[in-house]
């Protein structure tokens, strides 16, 4: 196996997640690229989570953690960008689903939902699942292309 780069971002709620997550990416032969947080201190997820989106898009990256108080601003925030498909997840058959079926590139954990060890588990099945491609290739394709709205389809 191709030894791989993950970036990882996390807020102050992820912080002490993120370091038992690191020495596992490392056991598993991971490279982890560890853009911070880096102490305790409120900071805001997005920064993070764009760090990370960067990181892939720059190739410094291949894939892409993010672990906040719940996931779901990290997820909400990584997910602006076209290249980016993150995943918030709360289990195995969902980490596994999300590489699976949706060709995610970046797994998104909640610190305060998700307990250690089963966020380990999520990370190791995210990073043994290759895609399933076949039928979801045109799916995948549709959530990097959307299509242009109207101002019709708009109107509710």
């Known amino acids: 196996m191709e030894q791989k780069t993950v970036a990882i971002g996390v807020d102050h709620g992820g912080l002490v997640l993120k370091v038992e997550l690191i020495a596992l990416l490392m056991e598993q032969g991971f490279t982890p690229l560890d853009l911070g947080t880096h102490d305790t201190q409120s900071v805001d997820y997005p920064?993070?989570?764009?760090?990370?989106?960067?990181?892939?898009?720059?190739?410094?990256?291949?894939?892409?953690?993010?672990?906040?108080?719940t996931g779901i601003g990290m997820?909400?925030?990584?997910?602006?960008?076209?290249?980016?498909?993150?995943?918030?997840?709360?289990?195995?058959?969902?980490?596994?689903?999300?590489?699976?079926?949706?060709?995610?590139?970046?797994?998104?954990?909640?610190?305060?939902?998700?307990?250690?060890?089963?966020?380990?588990?999520?990370?190791?099945?995210?990073?043994?699942?290759?895609?399933?491609?076949?039928?979801?290739?045109a799916r995948v394709r549709k959530l990097t292309e959307p299509p242009v709205l109207d101002d019709a389809s708009n109107a509710a």
């Open 47 to 69: 920064d993070f989570a764009y760090e990370v989106a960067e990181a892939i898009r720059d190739g410094r990256a291949e894939l892409g953690l993010l672990v906040c108080g």
């Open 75 to 137: 997820s909400i925030a990584a997910n602006r960008f076209p290249w980016i498909r993150a995943g918030l997840c709360h289990d195995v058959t969902t980490a596994r689903l999300a590489r699976e079926h949706n060709d995610a590139n970046v797994l998104t954990l909640g610190a305060r939902l998700v307990a250690p060890e089963l966020a380990k588990e999520c990370l190791t099945v995210f990073l043994q699942t290759e895609f399933g491609a076949a039928r979801h290739v």
